[in-house]
């Protein structure tokens, strides 16, 4: 009896030890979920604590905003009048957001919406919403709200979509010359661009200032539309490809520095010179690599060496 009785004892402390183990376990992997699905919640909705980023000297009233944390996969950028939208992409991020358009508030910085896409290839921001381009048929025009108006899969390279342009309601391919989408409906048409019109891939018109301009991230040039002649010119080895806000460029160059520079005679009217704390990016080598973007007041610029998405204010 007394085996018996010892025998079931040591039963007994055996499963309530494993029982407990499994309470452990359990547990623990409550604290990660909660753990996680707080980061991910509040890395959603607020930008970050502690900024990277602060203006070291400036010529004009500017201050940084906000600043919201990337990862390394994250990329593209684009802006409408009531969002600035970024692609996150595949990454070794603990949240389930990978493969994703997310849309933040311009002034705040918390985020507004998502849309999933799948290898995103292009992303056009206009005043009303935006045109996305994604692998490996679909071109989808989004609303302010994120939600999609219209996806077609009809121009006949799909797999080869291109860049996108909007000239004059209708959306086209810089693969497909013979086809072009509606605007409103998203329908295919059969339409061809002049070859003035498919200059819009690499130029940007400016017809009430009789100018056209080559932008890159090695240059800027600028001619006359009506006479073709060159009117001024920077070459510099720029961060981000410079933008046209407002009637003026924007610039970012390898020193942290945004210049504003008058859109008729090249004149840079206004700089700021922004300061990194990330020490690594400080010392890392050059040649780095960010986006440009831009909507009335607002500079938006996602910086891929310290995986910030910064929005400064012009007052």
């Known amino acids: ?153 009809l121009f006949p390279n799909k797999d080869l979509q291109g860049r996108l342009v909007l000239i004059e309601n209708k959306v086209y391919s810089s693969i497909d010359n013979g086809h072009s989408l509606d605007f409103e409906t998203g329908s295919t048409l059969s339409d061809r661009l002049t070859p003035e019109e498919r200059n819009r891939f690499d130029l940007q018109y400016l017809p009430q200032y009789d100018l056209y301009l080559r932008l890159d991230q090695a240059k800027i040039l600028v001619f006359r539309i009506s006479s073709g002649l060159p009117t001024w010119e920077i070459r510099e080895n720029f961060k981000a490809i410079p933008i046209i806000s407002n009637d003026m460029v924007i610039t970012f160059d390898q020193s942290n520095r945004v210049k504003l520079i008058d859109i008729q005679t090249g004149y840079p009217f206004g700089e700021i010179q922004l300061e990194s704390s990330d020490i690594s990016s400080q010392s890392s080598h050059q040649n780095q690599f960010a986006t440009l973007a831009a909507y009335n007041k607002h500079i938006f610029i996602l910086d891929s060496d310290t995986s910030k998405l910064i929005a400064i204010n012009l007052y």
């Open 1 to 153: 009896m007394s085996k018996w009785l010892t025998g079931k004892k040591a039963f007994l402390k055996n499963h309530i030890i494993q029982f407990v183990a499994i309470l452990f376990i359990v547990g623990l992997i409550g604290i990660s979920y909660f753990t996680q699905t707080s980061f991910c919640s509040s890395n959603q909705a607020t930008a970050p604590v502690h900024p990277l980023w602060k203006i070291d000297a400036s010529t004009v009233n500017a201050a940084i905003i906000w600043e919201y944390p990337l990862t390394k996969a994250d990329g593209f950028l684009a802006t409408s009048q009531s969002s600035v939208a970024f692609f996150r992409g595949t990454s070794t991020s603990p949240c389930n957001d990978d493969e994703t358009i997310i849309a933040l508030n311009p002034s705040t910085g918390k985020e507004i919406w998502r849309y999933p896409v799948t290898l995103l290839r292009a992303l056009f921001g206009f005043n009303d919403g935006y045109l996305v381009s994604a692998c490996c048929s679909s071109v989808v025009r989004l609303d302010e709200k994120g939600e999609r108006i219209w996806q077609s899969a």
